[in-house]
């Protein structure tokens, strides 16, 4: 189960980076471009941590117990809850903005 902003795929016509580059620049900043960082990957998956924990052992099991579609199921309901727990963090946090130009 991959959770984030995969590389792939994940170009832009408008500028000269990806998705993924500006979502690591938006978790980490950039010193360099005067970017603070915003965090809201990290902590939006580690506020379900537990319940995508429970989610996966769920998946662990039916791999054991050779049930593919269970997989699939928990697998999907785990990445569920990971975005689940990011939309949060993006909407509710007061992060610094860029500029103050409107």
């Known amino acids: 189960m991959l959770v984030g902003i995969p590389a792939e795929n994940s170009e832009r016509e408008d500028i000269s980076f990806s998705n993924a580059a500006i979502g690591y620049i938006n978790e980490f900043g950039s010193p360099a471009k005067n970017i603070p960082a915003r965090p809201y990957l990290i902590p939006g998956i580690c ?36 975005v689940q727990g990011m939309q949060p963090v993006i909407t509710q946090s007061n992060f610094v903005p860029l500029s103050t130009v409107h």
Request: net charge negative; proline share 3%.
């Open 47 to 82: 506020s379900v941590e537990a319940k995508t924990t429970a989610e996966l052992k769920i998946a662990a099991k039916a791999i054991l117990d050779a049930q593919p579609d269970k997989v699939d199921q928990a697998l999907n309901r785990a990445g569920e809850i990971a």
